[in-house]
């Protein structure tokens, strides 16, 4: 078992990052607060896998996530494939490195720009007005944004909209396998499996269906590169993991805030700042929690030695709040500027679906600026159990429309 490096003097004590219950229901930020401080590239023991070393520092994390030549992506990107074999290995976006990163997602890349993405603004606008429409009174703010991917995932993937209740479970039964809601008896391992089975499977079945009514979306641009079916299938899951999971819970957690500072009206007084408030909020929130590496070679890092075949996990929500680069990290301040969050990532891995994301959130925030008057707390807020996803699964308020 490896030792934490030497001299500190005051070290976090025994926390463990890798425990969901911790991130589902700790204050995540006092811990990360200490370890930016006095240990910001700490190994973490993991009971019955291996361990990582915990990367809570801006400059550390952005040196891990640009540097590919030493902190591969190719072990998988995500703590939940800690010890496990990736098996998108090199054929997944994801989980490959330059040249063959950028051979599988130079092509999405050109359909994913902001000029590219702008023609489905209309169709995104339409489906938030309708999302919001029914919305008054005593209402779940965590259930009403449920829905919220599918604004561009229909767009984009030709994912109808009955068939997302059934996704959104087996999107959070593979991203927060240890929340009660979707845990299975088995256990959070024999969840996660069903998990990735279930939607590899349905998403196997999109690709056969495009093949044969092609739409002329991200689905039939992957099904016509040179690669084999169970790799087209895994970059479909990629698409549809990182652009349902993290999205809905931007707005969920920076409401929650607005509602406990007493700001909403003053956010909602000033849609000319949306797109700095848009960028704000996932700095604040940072809903992907960790982007995982593995070293290819004994290195150091922070000063700390590392060595070759080791998992590194950088956590965002901790990069995202470091006091050497943001001032006034825990204020949720739209008029931040500049502001180089990593909610994103960086480097070659930085998400393909900014742009959307971006634009189905600038959506979002107007209208529902323009909607409601006014927001109050109705009920305990309840966070996801993840260690990957930092966000509110019940959040229960009274909206008054304008």
Known sequence: MRTPPCGHTR????TDLADPALHGTGDLHDVWRALRRWEPVRWQSVQGRPGFWAVTRYADARTVLTDHARFTSTGGVMLNMLGRPEPAQNQQFAASDPPRHGLIRGPLQREMTTRAVARHAPAIRSFVREMLRPASGVVDFAELTSALPLAFLGPLMGIPAED??????????SVAEHDPEVMLPAGPSATLDRGHRELFAYLLNLVIEHRRRPRGDLVDLLAAMPLRPGAVVANCYSLLLGGSAAIPHVPRAALAELIRTDRYEHWARRPERVGRAVEEALRFTSPAG?????????????????????????????????ETLFPNVDTLDMDRHPNRHLAFGDGRHYCLGAAVARLTLRTFFEELFATFASFEPAGEVERVRSTWLGGIKRMPVVARRR
Request: proline share 9%.
């Open 11 to 14: 070290p976090p004590g025994s």
């Open 164 to 173: 997302w209740p059934a996704l959104a479970r087996l999107v959070s039964m």
């Open 290 to 322: 960790h982007f995982m590496r593995l070293v290819t070679r004994d290195t150091t890092l922070g000063g700390v030695p590392v060595a070759a075949g080791d998992a590194v996990v950088v956590w965002l929500g901790s990069a995202n709040r470091d």
